[in-house]
C-alpha cells in the first residue's frame, strides 16, 4: 500500500475519464470530431485572439518584473544552498522539456510557409516577405514562449524550496487566492485542466514528430514511410523510450537522455553550418535577431483588425494561424514545463531560472531556425532546390527529408535527425509523465511513484494515437486546433498564478528580508575569518 498512500485519486479518476471522454469520440466518429474541433478553433481565434497575445506579453513583463526586482534575489532553497544540477545538464534538460521534436519540425520549414504567405500583407516571396520569414519562426520560440514556460514554475518551486512543502500541483499555487477551495473540488477541476491542456498539447507534438520520424525512416531504407502502419510503429517506440526514461527517474533516466541529446543536436547543427552556406547562415541570422528586436512588441500585438475592412486591405489571418495558436501552444505546456523547471531548479534563485530559461531557450531556439531553417532559405533563393514546391506537393515530412537530402553524406545525416527526433520526444514525454504523476499525488517524497509514471507515459500517446486516425489532409490545422483548443482554460489559471506569487512574495516578505541579512551576515563573517587566516600567515612568513 505505500505505493499507493498519497494518491490524489480524485484528480486521477477525473483526468482519465477526461481523457477517455476526448479520445474515444476522436477513435469511434472521427468525421465529426474533426468538424467540432475546427469549428471551435474558427471561434476561439477569432474572439480571444487579444487575450492571447495580451496575456504573453503581460507574462513577459511579470516575470522581467520578479527578476529584476526586490524578490530576484531569492534562493529556492536554503538561503546558501547550492544548485542541485550543473548549469549545462540543467540547461539541457529544460531546454528539451520544452521544445520536443517539433523544433526540427518548424526550424526545418517554418520560414517557408511565411514566405509564401507573410505577416503584415506584405507581398509573397519578396524581399521583405524573405526577411520576415527567416525572423517569426526565432520570434515564436522566443523569449515570450519561454517567459510563459517559466512562470508557473516559480511558485511551484518556491513552495517546493522555500516553504518545504512536497507538492507539485497547480491547485496548490494558486493557494493565496483559492484558500481553502484549492484543497476541494475547484484545486481538483484546475489540476485537471492543467492535464487536459498538456493532452491537447501532447498530441500536437507527437503528431507532428511521429509522420516526421515515419518519413525519414522511409528515406533511409528506401520505402515508403507516409504509411499508417510505420507512424503508429513510430509512436509505439517512442512511447516505450519515454516510459523507460520516466520510470528511471530525474538522474537516471530524464538527465541522461537530455545530455545525449544536446551532443546530437550540436553535432547535427554544426554539420549543416560548417557544410552549408556558412556565411548566408550567419549573415542571416544575426540580421533577424535584429529585426526581431527591432518589431519584437509589433509582432506581439498584431492581430490584423483591419484585415478585410477595406477593399486594398485583403484578409489573411495570419496572426490567428500562427502567433495565436503559438501562444496557445505554449500555454498548454507551461504548466508541465514549468513543473519541471521548478523540479530541477533546486539552489538557483529567482532571477538565474527566469533569465536563464529565457536566455537559453531563446538562444537554443535560434541556432535551430538560424541553421536548419537558413539552410533550406539559401537552397530556396540560391535555386538550388525548391523547398516551397515539395513542401506544397509532399507537406511537411516530405519537404524536411528533401532538405536533408541535399546535404553531404545524407543518409547518415538524416538517421541523425531521425534518432535526434526521437530521443527529443523522450525528453519531453518523460518530463511530461513524470510531471503528471506527481500532480495526481497530494504529496511526493523524494520521486512520484513509478507505476504512475509508466501509466501516464502510454496514456499521454493516446491523444495523438486518434488525432493520427482522423488527421487526413488536414493534419497542420487540426494539430493546431487541438493546441488552441485546450489553451483557453489556462488563460484564466496563468492570471490567478501571477496574482498568487505576487500575493506569497508579499506575505513572506519579512522573513525573505530576515533571510537576506543572515546570509549577508555569514558571508561577511567568513570574509572577515578568511581575512584573519591570511593575515596570520602573512605575518608568520
Known amino acids: 500500500m505505500k505505493h499507493f498512500k498519497t494518491m490524489d485519486w480524485g484528480t486521477f ?192 507534438t507527437l503528431g507532428l514528430g511521429t509522420p516526421m520520424i515515419a518519413a525519414g525512416i522511409g528515406s533511409i531504407f528506401n520505402i515508403d514511410g507516409d504509411t499508417m502502419a510505420i507512424r503508429i510503429g513510430v509512436l509505439v517506440v517512442a512511447t516505450l523510450i519515454f516510459a523507460v526514461s520516466s520510470y528511471s527517474g530525474l538522474k537516471y533516466g530524464i538527465k541522461i537522455l537530455s545530455d545525449i541529446n544536446i551532443w546530437l543536436t550540436s553535432g547535427l547543427l554544426l554539420f549543416v553550418f560548417i557544410l552549408g552556406p556558412t556565411v548566408f547562415i550567419m549573415e542571416t541570422t544575426l540580421s533577424s535577431l535584429g529585426l526581431m528586436i527591432t518589431d519584437f512588441f509589433r509582432m506581439a500585438t498584431w492581430l490584423e483588425p483591419f484585415g478585410g475592412v477595406g477593399a486594398d486591405i485583403p484578409e ?21 514545463v514549468g513543473l519541471f523547471i521548478a523540479r530541477i531548479s533546486k539552489g538557483r534563485n529567482l532571477k538565474e531560472v527566469i533569465l536563464g530559461t529565457i536566455v537559453y531557450g531563446t538562444l537554443g531556439s535560434v541556432l535551430f531556425f538560424g541553421i536548419l531553417g537558413n539552410y533550406g532559405l539559401w537552397l530556396e533563393l540560391s535555386g538550388t532546390f525548391s523547398v516551397t514546391e515539395v ?58 511513484y513509478r507505476w504512475s509514471r509508466l501509466f501516464w507515459a502510454f496514456a499521454l500517446s493516446l491523444l495523438p494515437f486518434s488525432l493520427l486516425l482522423i488527421s487526413g489532409d488536414d493534419a497542420l490545422n487540426l494539430l493546431q486546433t487541438a493546441s488552441i483548443v485546450a489553451g483557453v482554460p489556462l488563460i484564466i489559471i496563468f492570471i490567478m498564478l501571477m496574482i498568487s506569487f505576487i500575493k506569497t512574495l508579499s506575505n513572506d516578505r519579512v522573513k525573505l528580508e530576515e533571510r537576506s541579512r543572515n546570509v549577508k551576515e555569514k558571508e561577511r563573517r567568513t570574509l572577515s575569518i578568511t581575512y584573519a587566516k591570511e593575515k596570520n600567515k602573512w605575518w608568520e612568513d
Open 13 to 204: 479518476i477525473l483526468a482519465v475519464i477526461v481523457l477517455f471522454a476526448v479520445v474515444i469520440p476522436l477513435i469511434y466518429f472521427p468525421e465529426v470530431s474533426e468538424q467540432v474541433i475546427l469549428s471551435l478553433n474558427e471561434i476561439v481565434t477569432g474572439q480571444l485572439g487579444t487575450v492571447y497575445l495580451g496575456i504573453g506579453l503581460a507574462v513577459l513583463l511579470f516575470v522581467l518584473y520578479i527578476a529584476f526586482g526586490k524578490y530576484g534575489h531569492v534562493t529556492l532553497g536554503e538561503a546558501s544552498e547550492k544548485p542541485e544540477f550543473n548549469t549545462l545538464s540543467w540547461a539541457a534538460m529544460l531546454f528539451c522539456a520544452g521544445i520536443g521534436s517539433s523544433i526540427l519540425y518548424w526550424g526545418m520549414i517554418e520560414w517557408a510557409y511565411y514566405y509564401d504567405a507573410p505577416p503584415f500583407h506584405l507581398e509573397p516571396r519578396s524581399e521583405e516577405a524573405v526577411n520576415y520569414a527567416a525572423t517569426y519562426g526565432m520570434f515564436h520560440w522566443g523569449p515570450i514562449a519561454w517567459a510563459i514556460y517559466v512562470l508557473p514554475a516559480l511558485p511551484i518551486a518556491y513552495s517546493l524550496y522555500v516553504k518545504k512543502v512536497p507538492i507539485i500541483k497547480i491547485s496548490h499555487a494558486c493557494r493565496p487566492i483559492l484558500g481553502k477551495h484549492a484543497d476541494n473540488w475547484v484545486g481538483k477541476i484546475i489540476d485537471v485542466l492543467f492535464i487536459f491542456g498538456l493532452l491537447g498539447g501532447a498530441g500536437t
Open 316 to 336: 489573411e489571418n495570419f496572426p490567428q494561424s500562427w502567433t495565436v495558436f503559438y501562444w496557445s501552444w505554449w500555454l498548454v505546456y507551461a504548466p508541465f
Open 391 to 448: 513542401l506544397s506537393n509532399e507537406g511537411g515530412p516530405g519537404a524536411i527529408m528533401a532538405v536533408l537530402g541535399q546535404l553531404p553524406l545524407s543518409k547518415l545525416v538524416i538517421a541523425v535527425f531521425v534518432i535526434t527526433a526521437i530521443i527529443y520526444l523522450a525528453t519531453t514525454f518523460d518530463s511530461g509523465s513524470y510531471i503528471l504523476a506527481g500532480a495526481t499525488q497530494t504529496s511526493i517524497e523524494d520521486e512520484p
